[in-house]
């Protein structure tokens, strides 16, 4: 009898992409299992939200190899984005429609059929708790709810893999755990894999399955929260891995794009 071989959700293989002359991503490789939670770690300018994008297909196919669930995203450009959900570190949701408007007009995007979408857009909104709230304005909204709208957004067309860039930028202790907490209820009542970027070290302890940490384009460091540490110190924080790898580039990398930081500025700033 065969054994049949279940592919990861991503395959990244020797994985390049310059902007011009500088090098943003330089020879990467990870897999990240079906159903898990992966952490993509590293400064600003390491290289994080360009493999994201990447593998998202908002980028060109680069040199390398990605697959999404066994296709390849060079071949497979319109099978992979049916799969993906995708919350960018820049604000998606419009302040000027109300909740359910912004998730409607995903629906649309994802082309929903239209005698299903209504169903499928109260069930959004209810899986990150805005069903009561859904008819104001997203101007309204705090922070913790803007980004659970947006999770909302990525889910409408119920992806197998869910793609979050700094999903908590900004946010306070208690919104942050308001969005984790709802992500890994989606994750526990679908299935659903999940790849995310953050600085916080303590979400990525307490939330990654496993994690990588990229810096000056390359993957330093891969393993579970725990290998990791314990591979500094058997007291080591995620934080002093992060030292460890990055050389206490905790801030800024030499590659850093100042227009990736005011993004981020402006992203808090809206959040905050």
Known sequence: MTTR??????RVTGVRHRFGDTVAVDGVDFDVAAGMV??????????????LRMITTLLPAPPGTIEVFGLDVARHKLAVRRLIGYVPQRLSADGALTGWENVALFARLYDVPRARRRQVVDTAL??????????????????????R???????VNAPRLLMLDEPTIGLDPIARTSVWERILEV?????????????????ADQYCDR???????RIRAMGTPAELKASVDPDATLD?????????ELRSSPGERMR?????????HRLG
């Not at 992966?38 to 493999?51: D, I, S």
């Not at 002093?240 to 206490?248: K, P």
Request: hydrophobic letters at 40%; zero cysteines; proline letters at 3%.
């Open 149 to 155: 709208l947006e999770l909302a957004q990525a889910l």
């Open 5 to 10: 071989t279940v592919p990861p959700a991503v």
């Open 126 to 147: 209810e899986s990150v708790g805005l069903v009561d709230v859904a008819g104001r304005t997203a101007s309204t909204y705090s922070g913790g709810m803007i980004r």
């Open 38 to 51: 992966f952490g993509l770690l590293g400064p600003n300018g390491a290289g994080k939200t360009t493999t």
């Open 187 to 203: 994750r526990a009542n679908t299935g659903m894999t999940v790849l995310v970027t953050t600085h916080y070290m303590d979400e």
């Open 211 to 217: 994690i990588a940490l990229m810096h000056h384009g």
């Open 240 to 248: 002093d891995v992060f030292r460890a790898v990055t050389g206490d």
């Open 260 to 268: 990736d930081v005011r993004a981020t500025r402006r992203t808090a």
